[in-house]
């Protein structure tokens, strides 16, 4: 079965040449020329498999699209960007992003980023891990891995995790040590994103807002400053 596609992008050329690059990778391509109009058929018709989205929309932007998409749907999510700039690459990776490719957009470059993360999608289900993963054990709160089905839950309640946060928060668990960020970046993005490695940081932040008791002051997710993060459980 084909994967769906959704882009998002105001610009008639762009869209319609993305269309065609995608459809020739083997894409089935929904279109949207506005974040309005790409949320209704969200709604009416469920998200797709990935999106691409260009930030620089008219009306809604594609941060605020990214970020209401982000409250119902774990959608892969490449944006697209005017040019090779920090602060939107953070902002974009804040709202909930998964990467971030710099216009004028090459289309080899856009297409290997989708395949490394379909490839990253896919992980999860690989990995060989029998037992639910204990990370804070507080009964109030009791906080639960579950590699094998794809979810953490808070006090019996799912949390809503991107996939790359998931995927993060796995080879921190399983991984026993600490790893750094070029590791991470390895083994959680393989060789889909060539940029700062900030971007670990950001999706790091991210997740510690959703596990940690005090996002503020992580005990779960820890910082060990000049090599890393580690993992540690509370028990």
């Known amino acids: 079965?084909?994967?769906?596609?959704?882009?998002?992008?105001?610009?008639?050329?762009?869209?319609?040449?993305?269309?065609?690059a995608m459809e020739g990778e083997g894409y089935e391509v929904a279109e949207a020329a506005a974040a309005e109009s790409a949320l209704r058929q969200l709604r009416e018709q469920g998200a797709p498999d990935m999106?691409?989205?260009?930030?620089?929309?008219?009306?809604?932007?594609?941060?605020?699209?990214?970020r209401e998409i982000r409250r119902d749907h774990d959608v892969p999510i490449i944006v697209v960007g005017a040019r090779r700039d920090t602060h939107d690459l953070v902002a974009a990776l804040e709202a909930g992003?998964?990467?971030?490719?710099?216009?004028?957009?090459?289309?080899?470059?856009?297409?290997?980023?989708?395949?490394?993360?379909?490839?990253?999608?896919?992980?999860?289900?690989?990995?060989?891990?029998?037992?639910?993963?204990?990370?804070?054990?507080?009964?109030?709160?009791?906080?639960?891995?579950?590699?094998?089905?794809?979810?953490?839950?808070?006090?019996?309640?799912?949390?809503?995790?991107?996939?790359?946060?998931f995927r993060l928060l796995c080879e921190l668990a399983t991984s026993g040590?600490?790893?750094?960020?070029?590791?991470?970046?390895?083994?959680?993005?393989?060789?889909?994103?060539?940029?700062?490695?900030?971007?670990?940081?950001?999706h790091l932040r991210r997740l510690r807002t959703k596990i940690e008791r005090d996002p503020s002051d992580p005990r779960i997710v820890v910082t060990v400053r000049g090599l890393g993060y580690r993992l540690d459980p509370q028990r």
């Open 177 to 202: 040590r600490v790893l750094s960020r070029a590791t991470l970046l390895e083994r959680v993005w393989e060789r889909g994103f060539f940029g700062d490695e900030r971007i670990v940081d950001v």
């Open 97 to 165: 992003a998964d990467d971030f490719v710099a216009k004028p957009v090459e289309v080899k470059e856009i297409t290997a980023r989708m395949r490394a993360l379909r490839r990253r999608a896919g992980l999860t289900a690989e990995r060989d891990s029998p037992h639910d993963i204990l990370l804070d054990a507080d009964p109030a709160r009791r906080l639960v891995l579950s590699p094998e089905r794809g979810t953490v839950r808070c006090g019996g309640v799912a949390l809503h995790l991107t996939g790359t946060e």
């Open 51 to 66: 999106m691409i989205i260009d930030l620089m929309l008219g009306g809604m932007d594609g941060f605020t699209c990214i």
């Open 1 to 20: 079965m084909s994967t769906q596609l959704m882009i998002v992008e105001d610009d008639n050329r762009v869209r319609a040449a993305l269309r065609l």
